[in-house]
């Protein structure tokens, strides 16, 4: 979900003249996002981000119990299994993508960085 501070820039930007396209580019959104909210007031966002705040929360403890067992978990993963586990869940996935983001970094259950990284090396062997 779109946070106020985007909101608020991608009014600022479009009280400069700038086109959708290139606000969509400037706060990494995406185009159809910019759409979405491009017309709507303020009154409204804060509206619908109170009607649309605590989807996600009813999952928040569901979503820590996992990342306590498995916090290497992939969230396309942890997406797959909620929405297998609750047939009711409907919330888009960039959505949960950054609820989970917040979730890690508030829990501090990050994702463990990988011990091995694999590097690409040429070996030019010279006979003579």
């Given amino acids: 979900m779109l946070s106020i ?22 706060l990494n959104l995406s185009y159809k996002t910019i759409c979405n909210w491009w017309d709507k007031d303020q009154a409204f966002f804060k509206t619908f981000q109170k ?15 996992i990342l306590k067992i498995s916090p290497q978990i992939n969230n396309t993963v942890l997406y797959k299994r909620i929405k297998d586990d609750f047939s009711e869940f409907d919330v888009q996935s960039s959505s949960f993508f950054k609820y989970v983001k917040e979730v890690r970094e508030q829990t501090g259950l990050l994702k463990p960085k990988r011990k091995f990284q694999i590097s690409k090396r040429i070996y030019i062997c010279i006979r003579n």
């Fill in 5 to 26: 501070q985007e909101y608020k820039k991608l009014q600022e930007y479009k009280e400069l003249g700038l086109s959708k396209v290139k606000v969509s580019k400037k």
């Fill in 51 to 65: 009607n649309h705040e605590y989807v996600l929360d009813n999952y928040r403890q569901y979503i820590i119990e």
